[in-house]
């Protein structure tokens, strides 16, 4: 078992990302994982990502607060407990548009390149 503590978490920087402390959870530096990792997210008001994709695939749940993911296709906004399945190459943003911070989960494979 692999177990990490929430206090102990370590940050991470991915491009793109303003307005957001990012962790990670499991797996990369956050400890051994086979196929997967995951990342909680922390978006203050105004915080979000660019419209991006990468070749996996991306589940988020929305722990906490609303987060606006918006895709070629529209947008939608995930309140606590909603969650969303972006497709491999599926461009998203995300954003916390209200004056609460929101917290998200992510759950994603590996890429080829860790």
């Not at 660019?50 to 929305?62: H, I, N």
């Not at 309140?79 to 989960?105: C, F, Q, V, W």
């Amino acid at each position: 078992m692999n177990l990490t503590r929430y206090h102990r978490a370590p940050p991470y920087f991915p491009l793109n990302h303003e307005g957001m402390h990012c962790l990670r959870l499991q797996g990369y530096e956050a400890g051994p994982s086979d196929s997967l990792w995951l990342g909680l997210s922390h978006l203050l008001p105004g915080g979000g990502t660019t419209l991006d994709a990468s070749s996996v695939e991306k589940l988020y749940v929305v722990l906490e607060g609303e987060v606006t993911i918006a895709t070629e296709e529209g947008e939608q906004v995930l309140r606590k407990y909603d969650s969303a399945r972006l497709a491999p190459g599926e461009r998203r943003a995300l954003k916390n548009n209200t004056n609460h911070p929101a917290s998200i989960l992510l759950a994603m494979p590996y890429q080829s390149q860790k």
